[in-house]
């Protein structure tokens, strides 16, 4: 049962122009979610977060943006830039009593950027 | 500035051989992860650690043990190495635990190739 989904595996745009990676979930309790973006041969670097209190969180070229009514989460990189080309990751997390950091993580999304 | 280390880097096992995956960080976190990455499936958690002291079984933790020695170092080990665990490991680290979120720290991981 895979709870964070990311149905399209790859991705390849223009540089210069918008890359919009989008993530589905499906557990409700859910109320973290993250991007991170991973190169070859190097662990995953944590990218934006959003809270489920908020619908849109913008750190310079990158903003997510949240549907809870749709459980739909999107990240767009405007401008993109030859440097983005990576794997994405959507990752979410879900508020307990116990160790509440715990993240569920998509299969990951792979963008590419040309010049 | 170091982060999170992972040692070794790469390894190759022969079936039923035993070895021990090293993890520090250096950020004063309290919890830490594993987490393993096979293709087409993302990152799957193995076992974690909220705090010094604890560790839980996270999403896939058969034939792995794990062992916190102190806040800095979560290690991982396989006691009866097999196939199925060839992938690639990444330890990370996160702030908190309990009450809210914080992003997880990952280190660039280790390659293990079982015989």
């Known amino acids: 049962d895979q709870q964070v989904k990311q149905n399209s595996p790859s991705l390849s745009v223009q540089e210069g122009r918008i890359s919009i990676l989008n993530c589905d979930y499906t557990?409700?309790?859910?109320?973290?979610f993250l991007w991170y973006k991973k190169y070859p041969a190097e662990g995953p670097t944590f990218l934006i977060s959003i809270s489920s209190i908020k619908d849109k969180n913008e750190d310079g070229r990158f903003t997510v943006f949240l549907n809870k009514s749709a459980k739909h989460l999107s990240l767009h990189i405007v401008p993109s830039q030859p440097g983005d080309s990576a794997v994405y990751f959507c990752?979410?997390?879900?508020?307990?009593?116990?160790?509440?950091?715990?993240?569920?993580f998509g299969k990951g999304i792979t963008l590419s950027v040309r010049p | 500035n170091a982060g999170v280390t992972q040692t070794p880097k790469f390894q190759v096992l022969k079936t039923g051989q035993s070895m021990t995956l090293q993890c520090a960080q250096d950020?004063?976190?309290?919890?830490m992860y594993w987490y393993r990455q096979d293709p087409g499936m993302g990152l799957r958690l193995i076992y974690y650690?909220?705090?010094?002291?604890?560790?839980d079984k996270g999403e896939v933790p058969n034939g792995y043990n794990v062992s916190r020695l102190n806040k800095r170092e979560f290690s991982l080990r396989l006691e009866s190495a097999a196939p199925s665990q060839t992938s690639v490991y990444f330890c990370?680290?996160?702030?908190?635990?309990?009450?809210?979120?914080?992003?997880?720290?990952f280190g660039d991981g280790t390659r293990l190739s079982i015989l």
């Open positions: 557990n409700s309790m859910f109320d973290y």
């Open positions: 650690s909220a705090s010094e002291g604890t560790t």
């Open positions: 990370a680290s996160s702030r908190t635990a309990t009450g809210s979120h914080q992003p997880q720290h």
């Open positions: 990752a979410a997390s879900a508020r307990d009593t116990g160790a509440n950091s715990k993240l569920t």
């Open positions: 950020m004063n976190h309290n919890s």
